[in-house]
């Protein structure tokens, strides 16, 4: 069912498929972590919440993602927010983003990586593992194609995928440089991770502390900032 949702900690509004294409937590807490600035792209956008909830720190937001449905809704989001010459949205496949956006024109980009965002597995541990790798592998590469020479980049994905994760952002030459885990509360392992990388920066790079999502059993302090505030 389509529905008409605040986006949290603006003055916009969302359109959300309950089924298919309602964001996630993790969403909105990369849109906390990250600064963006000037113009700025979400690879994979799905619902567009992170260009609505970022697009008051930005000068322009492109959203890519190869999902028509997705595409259409986000469409009628911006058009019900009054953001028509601010967002532009494509549907269009990440790894051909050189038919879109020139080399070396863009300030920032951010992705949640589409394959892990909504849960989905196979029960090939070896494929899966390989397939994940593969889809990151082009969604780092059209980021690098699209950043300005120390433009900024940043991810949420699987903690677990960390190794994977840094080895293909140095391979494209985006160098991470802050780095947070995403933690259920203060004793548990880390669930995802969120890194703000770039563009030929000289190496090294710090971690920020746990981002909590509960405390005591109930939301964390860090959560309820991200619904106060971007």
């Known amino acids: 069912m389509?529905?008409?949702?605040?986006?949290?900690?603006?003055?916009?509004?969302?359109?959300?498929?309950d089924?298919?294409?309602?964001?996630?937590?993790?969403?909105?807490?990369?849109?906390?972590?990250?600064?963006?600035?000037?113009?700025?792209?979400?690879?994979?956008?799905?619902?567009?919440?992170?260009?609505?909830?970022?697009?008051?720190?930005?000068?322009?937001?492109?959203?890519?993602?190869?999902?028509?449905?997705?595409?259409?809704?986000l469409n009628k989001s911006v058009e019900i927010n009054g953001l028509e010459n601010k967002?532009?949205?494509?549907?269009?496949?990440?790894?051909?983003?050189?038919?879109?956006?020139?080399?070396?024109?863009?300030?920032?980009?951010?992705?949640?990586?589409?394959?892990?965002?909504?849960?989905?597995?196979?029960?090939?541990?070896?494929?899966?593992?390989?397939?994940?790798?593969?889809?990151?592998?082009?969604?780092?590469e059209a980021a690098s194609y699209a950043l300005k020479d120390l433009g900024r980049f940043y991810m949420v994905i699987s903690a677990g995928r960390m190794i994977d994760a840094f080895e293909i952002l140095v391979s494209k030459r985006i160098e991470p440089k802050r780095i947070r885990f995403v933690k259920k509360n203060a004793y548990s392992l880390p669930k995802l991770i969120l890194i703000e990388g770039v563009k030929y920066a000289k190496r090294g790079f710090f971690f920020e502390r746990d981002f909590l999502l509960t405390e005591s059993d109930d939301m964390s302090e860090d959560l309820r900032e991200v619904y106060r505030s971007v």
């Open 2 to 17: 389509i529905k008409l949702d605040y986006v949290p900690a603006t003055n916009y509004k969302i359109y959300q498929d």
């Open 19 to 73: 089924l298919n294409f309602k964001y996630t937590t993790d969403s909105l807490i990369l849109s906390s972590f990250a600064k963006p600035k000037g113009v700025c792209i979400d690879l994979g956008c799905g619902s567009g919440i992170l260009s609505l909830r970022m697009i008051d720190k930005s000068e322009k937001f492109i959203n890519i993602d190869a999902n028509e449905e997705a595409i259409s809704l």
């Open 87 to 140: 967002i532009q949205n494509y549907i269009w496949d990440v790894g051909a983003i050189d038919e879109i956006v020139e080399r070396n024109s863009i300030d920032t980009v951010l992705t949640n990586p589409p394959y892990y965002k909504d849960g989905l597995r196979v029960d090939n541990e070896r494929y899966d593992k390989a397939r994940y790798s593969e889809n990151l592998e082009i969604f780092v």
